[in-house]
């Protein structure tokens, strides 16, 4: 059964820094396209990251640009967040998700596109 589990989620002051982990189960990550999402409680869900199966190849929603690095470590199943510079409107809960099918490049932020999710992983950024 697949399977994905994040953690690293936590609370931190304005311009801090979390590592978030989404490690897989049931298959092998690498062959599969990796999202971030977050979400705030009764909105639509928004695509953050996205590394791609094939290539490595990663993209960003303009809001984190420049602030979050998504990455892979193969041998531990895992894809990372990385998430530098935090803001107050980063405070959201964070999901990642894959998908059994391929994912076109233009879906690659879109929840539409993803049918495998985690349970989520709260961060909170605050004075």
């Known amino acids: 059964q697949v399977h994905l589990v994040e953690s690293g989620g936590g609370s931190v002051q304005p311009g801090g820094s979390l590592r978030l982990s989404c490690v897989a189960s049931?298959?092998?990550?690498?062959?599969?396209?990796i999202g971030w999402f977050r979400q705030v409680p009764g909105k639509e869900r928004e695509g953050v990251a996205c590394i791609s199966s094939s290539d490595g190849r990663t993209y960003y929603a303009d809001s984190v640009k420049g602030r979050f690095t998504i990455s892979r470590d193969s041998a531990k199943n895992t894809v990372y967040l990385q998430m530098n510079n935090l803001k107050p409107e980063d405070t959201r809960v964070y999901y990642c998700?894959?998908?059994?099918?391929?994912?076109?490049?233009?879906?690659?932020?879109?929840?539409?596109?993803?049918?495998?999710w985690g349970q989520g992983t709260q961060v909170t950024v605050s004075s």
């Open positions: 049931g298959f092998t990550l690498d062959y599969y396209a």
């Open positions: 998700a894959t998908s059994v099918f391929p994912i076109e490049v233009a879906g690659r932020l879109s929840s539409l596109s993803y049918n495998v």
